[in-house]
């Protein structure tokens, strides 16, 4: 059972203070998770530099740096996202992956 009910339909309608505070909640909780594929972390971090940095104005690392051009090409892939969008995405990523490691955190999806 979730500790808090909402669904993703209706945190879009939250003012941006409001989704943050979620945003935040999830960010905490994802540190948990001891699965996912590189995808899905791709996902995540790419939409949470989005979130706390904006648009992605650095250099690739050297192809050498596997891991960093990894995450920059998953930060870069979010480019042009505004705030909200990239909060949305990371939260539902977040809660899907959440959901299946560990159980349902805040969002019930409309059934």
């Not at 003012?15 to 972390?41: C, D, H, I």
């Not at 939409?47 to 992605?56: L, P």
């Not at 995405?89 to 159980?103: F, H, K, M």
């Amino acid at each position: 059972m979730p500790i808090f009910t909402i669904t993703l339909e209706t945190m879009g309608t939250l003012p941006e203070p409001e989704l943050f505070v979620f945003f935040q909640k999830y960010a905490n909780a994802v540190r948990q998770l001891t699965e996912g594929t590189s995808e899905e972390q791709g996902i995540l971090y790419g939409n949470y530099k989005q979130v706390t940095v904006g648009d992605n104005t650095t250099e690739r690392p050297w192809f050498v740096n596997v891991f960093g051009c990894q995450k920059w090409d998953a930060w870069t892939a979010c480019q042009g996202k505004t705030k909200l969008q990239a909060m949305m995405d990371y939260i539902a990523t977040a809660d899907r992956l959440y959901t299946e490691q560990v159980g349902a955190l805040f969002i019930e999806e409309n059934k």
